[in-house]
């Protein structure tokens, strides 16, 4: 039974000595909805985790989970479970020991048995009786994952949780803690600077920059409809092309191009190398480039091409026909979009 509650922020903020750390955050995770919060280092993301869990005061701003206001309240009585990077089990104690630390409201006899069903839920009860330094990375970041839900959360706070993996685990780590959040119904919150794990982890994305929430939305809006430059970079690679807008047309060294957004005149425009593909053109040609490397990923290709004094990075299958030297033009195949400085 899930005692998952709709968390709320709102104008949250913390400076220390002086320095906005965060700025007027806000933001909400539904019952059940994965957020994540990502931005690069130092841009304010576990301070505000730190904020929500009361392991940081805040300067200003509201905290409610399930319509009442928490950010007064100690961290262990706000009812929400924490993931750290680092796992922090107890090393002494065994894999059961630590999952029953969180039921110390039960009497001690009972808190073993009581443990043991959050231990099936992660499917480790075979390692019920190991100690920390038996288990692999992944194991452990589940175990305390088991810790974390067997204090009955109604929210629960994953701070760069698959960091200490290496790639290969991390992803399969990553798959079985969102299915086993997905399971409990229990809100998350992800702490992140990697907007791969972002974008795949949660149902909702907020990007922040130098303490403030840049933009929030579902990762496929995020990642097609960047509000700004800032943006468009930090969620993958793209072009940021300069143009004149006028009537719904681009007019950039491109050529001219459909575009989305708003904006009229002098615009910026991001456009992903994936929404870009190469056609023949002749040297000289108006609006002709060169291609000046090709960069062999395996499934894929990325194109180099020099035009107008800037590089452009167009992606291409892998059988792609140009070589560096040969005259290309560039042409999208969606829109472009506006996007501000
Ligand atoms: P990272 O990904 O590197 O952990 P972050 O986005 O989580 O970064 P925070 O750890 O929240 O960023 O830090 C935000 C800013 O606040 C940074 O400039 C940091 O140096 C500063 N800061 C955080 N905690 C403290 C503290 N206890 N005392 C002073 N400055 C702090």
Redesign the pocket.
């Known amino acids: 039974m899930s005692r998952a509650a709709r968390l709320e922020v709102r104008g949250l903020s913390r400076a220390?000595?002086g320095?906005k750390?965060?700025e007027g955050a806000g933001f909400h995770v539904e019952p059940g909805e994965i957020v994540a919060l990502v931005?690069?280092?130092?841009?304010?993301?576990?301070?505000?985790l730190?904020m929500i869990a009361g392991l940081?005061t805040q300067d200003e701003g509201q905290i409610s989970l399930g319509g009442e206001r928490i950010e007064h309240l100690a961290p262990e009585r706000r009812a929400i479970g924490i993931v750290f990077q680092d796992y922090a089990l107890f090393p002494h104690l065994t894999v059961l020991r630590n999952v029953a630390f969180a039921l110390a409201d039960l009497r001690r006899g009972e808190r073993e048995g009581a443990a043991l069903p959050y231990l099936k839920m992660v499917e480790l009860e075979d390692l019920a009786g190991r100690y920390p330094d038996q288990l692999s990375g992944g194991q452990q970041q589940r175990v305390a994952l088991a810790r974390a839900f067997a204090g009955r959360p109604r929210l629960i706070l994953l701070d760069?949780p698959f960091s200490n993996l290496d790639a290969s685990l991390r992803h399969a780590t990553r798959r079985e803690v969102r299915a086993l959040l997905k399971k409990s119904g229990i809100g998350a919150v992800l702490?992140t600077?990697d907007q791969e794990e972002a974008l795949s982890f949660a149902d909702r994305v907020s990007v922040?920059r130098a303490?403030r929430i840049e933009q929030t939305g579902e990762p496929s809006d995020l990642y097609s409809r960047p509000k700004n430059a800032f943006v468009a970079s930090f969620l993958g690679r793209t072009n940021l092309v300069r143009a004149t807008v006028r009537e719904r047309m681009a007019h950039t060294v491109l050529g001219p191009l459909p575009v989305e957004g708003e904006g009229e005149g002098e615009v910026l425009l991001s456009i992903r190398p994936e929404y870009l593909e190469l056609a023949e053109a002749t040297n000289g040609e108006a609006g002709a480039g060169l291609v000046l490397e090709r960069e062999f990923k395996g499934h894929d290709m990325t194109c180099w091409v020099g035009l107008g004094g800037e590089q452009y990075q167009v992606d291409t299958d892998f059988t792609c026909p140009f070589r560096p030297g040969d005259a290309v033009r560039l042409v999208a195949r969606a829109p472009a979009v506006i996007v501000a400085e």
């Open positions: 220390f000595e320095v750390a965060v931005g690069p280092s130092g841009c304010g993301k576990s301070t505000t730190r940081e760069e702490v600077h922040m303490g």
